[in-house]
């Protein structure tokens, strides 16, 4: 069974710099896209950006500019982990934030099939 | 951006009501369309992948339709735990983009 478990610093002033990691136990990490995914009240659900196993990435435009995702893959790897890091936060970042896992296979079975459990960041001075 | 735009953006039914949820995208998406569940304080469920396959586990009073821009999920009988916040998301863009959401409260 799949299971995601993210971490990370809740609480930011204006300028800092947001650090979250998502750790994946069980399934295959090779083989699917691994997104971040916020919601905030007034913009919904947001997709922030996404790497696959090799470090390949695709950020969402808007954010891109600040926007860094890495992966850590573990020796035995039985866990693995992915992280995001958003820089010179605002206000405007303070949101849930999830890790999800993107399938893509063939066709049009691109979806969110796992996610994390959710991290409220709040951005405030 | 590819945009999602879901009606109604709230309903009120009853146990046992049919009802439907449109969503509709700003060019042809194909099937690239899924549909999730959420519950307040939880991370969004997957119901419906590819415009109308059922996720594994998912009861089968759900259902999903549709193709290239126009897109419906559809419970045939409500059940209590089905009162929740519903959205659709695309997947044919790199830009992922979800809509806004449909709220289904209890009448």
């Known amino acids: 069974q799949v299971q995601l478990q993210q971490w990370g610093a809740g609480l930011l002033k204006p300028s800092e710099t947001l650090s979250l990691t998502c750790g994946v136990y069980?399934?295959?990490?090779?083989?699917?896209?691994w997104s971040w995914i916020r919601q905030s009240p007034g913009m919904g659900l947001e997709w922030v950006g996404e790497i696959n196993h090799s470090g390949s990435t695709n950020y969402n435009p808007s954010l891109k500019s600040r926007v860094t995702m890495s992966v850590d893959t573990s020796v035995d790897t039985s866990t693995n982990q992915f992280s995001l890091r958003l820089s010179s936060v605002t206000a405007a970042d303070t949101a849930v934030y999830y890790c999800?896992?993107?399938?893509?296979?063939?066709?049009?079975?691109?979806?969110?099939?796992?996610w994390g459990q959710g991290t409220l960041v709040t951005v405030s001075s | 951006d590819i945009q999602m735009t879901q009606s109604p953006s709230s309903l009120s039914a009853s146990v046992g009501d049919r009802v439907t949820i449109t969503c509709r995208a700003s060019?042809?998406?194909?099937?690239?369309l899924n549909w999730y569940q959420q519950k307040p304080g939880r991370a969004p469920r997957l119901l419906i992948y590819?415009?109308?396959s059922l996720q594994l586990g998912v009861p089968s009073r759900f259902t999903g339709s549709g193709s290239g821009t126009d897109f419906t999920l559809t419970i045939s009988s409500l059940q209590p735990e089905d009162f929740a916040t519903y959205y659709c998301q695309q997947s044919y863009s790199i830009l992922k983009t979800f809509g806004q959401g449909t709220r289904l409260d209890i009448k």
């Open positions: 069980g399934g295959s990490f090779s083989g699917y896209y």
């Open positions: 590819a415009a109308s």
């Open positions: 999800a896992r993107h399938v893509k296979s063939s066709g049009s079975l691109h979806y969110f099939d796992y």
């Open positions: 060019q042809s998406i194909s099937s690239f």
